[in-house]
């Protein structure tokens, strides 16, 4: 299928918006984000792009939170950067954070490698509060193999409060924060991210805890609740619906109640990854069921 034909079925118009749409949540409880990632295969089919994303969650979810994708972007040159800007003031959406990968590892024990990744990173801050977004969502990888004994943790440990305390200190520079994901491998340990939140002790870092990134042996309601303390995001992971929009494989109910339990009400994102639904038809499963909550 072809870019323009796509659009035109999403019922997409790039001149004009849509007025009196809703933008996010109207309640008090939580603001409602996208992240870009739902929307990955259309993206890297090159049927839509990173410049459409503003629009998409506008007029086809009436959400006005934007939770970009770095690897999904074309070059962010500062003309691209102004028509992303122009997009996001035409539709009324804001920058919420951005999710980076691909910049180097943060835990490597190689100090030149994990310090050049604290580095890499300095342009997305740059980027994120040019966009006025609060963070950039950033990996708690080693540079080899994981971690898996006591001493091992405790050294991984160690190389990511170097790399971690000094990219906050540029972030902390631009008011834009330095967050954590459980992501796989070790940061999919809640305790091994929580060591490190305690051990950088910085306002600008805190977690972003997803609700669907942790192995089998890990209870993910047990380890949400662990990261809750320090969010500063919450990735609302879904995979399936019932037709009355109830998600299938995580309890949403017992989930979400650990999130307002932590006294968290800001912005929580859709992160559809789902394979029986189409990207679109989640996404709107997806926001029926966190409006239940909002």
């Keep these: 299928m072809q870019r323009r034909h796509f659009l035109h079925l999403c019922g997409l118009t790039f001149a004009t918006t849509t007025p009196g ?55 962010p040159t500062q003309g691209y950067l102004q028509r992303l800007k122009n997009n996001m003031k035409q539709t009324g959406t804001e920058c919420v954070l951005i999710m980076c990968d691909n910049e180097g590892f943060m835990g490597a024990a190689d100090k030149t490698e994990r310090l050049r990744a604290a580095d890499n990173h300095r342009k997305w801050i ?53 967050i954590i994901e459980n992501h796989g491998g070790v940061s999919s340990d809640p305790d091994v991210v929580v060591r490190l939140m305690k051990k950088v002790n910085k306002p600008q870092m805190g977690t972003l805890p997803d609700f669907g990134n942790f192995p089998k042996e890990i209870d993910r309601y047990q380890a949400v609740q662990k990261l809750m303390p320090f969010a500063k995001g919450v990735s609302f992971k879904c995979y399936d619906f019932t037709p009355d929009a109830r998600e299938t494989t995580i309890d949403m109910d017992k989930m979400m109640k650990i999130v307002f339990d932590a006294g968290y009400h800001s912005w929580v994102g ?17 926001k029926r069921c966190l409006e239940r909550y909002s």
């Design 21 to 75: 749409f809703p933008q996010g949540s109207t309640g008090k409880k939580l603001r409602i984000s996208l992240a870009q990632w739902s929307l990955h295969k259309a993206i890297q089919s090159r049927l839509i792009s990173n410049l459409d994303f503003p629009r998409i969650a506008r007029d086809q979810f009436g959400i006005a939170g934007l939770e970009f994708v770095n690897a999904l972007w074309e070059a």
């Design 126 to 178: 740059d980027i994120t509060a040019e966009l006025g977004g609060h963070s950039i969502r950033t990996n708690m990888y080693p540079g080899q193999k994981q971690p898996a004994t006591p001493a091992e943790v405790d050294a991984f440990l160690g190389y990511c409060e170097e790399s971690f305390n000094r990219l906050c200190e540029y972030g902390a520079s631009r008011n834009v924060n330095v």
């Design 270 to 286: 859709i992160e559809y990854e789902g394979s029986r639904l189409t990207e679109f038809e989640g996404i709107q499963a997806a």
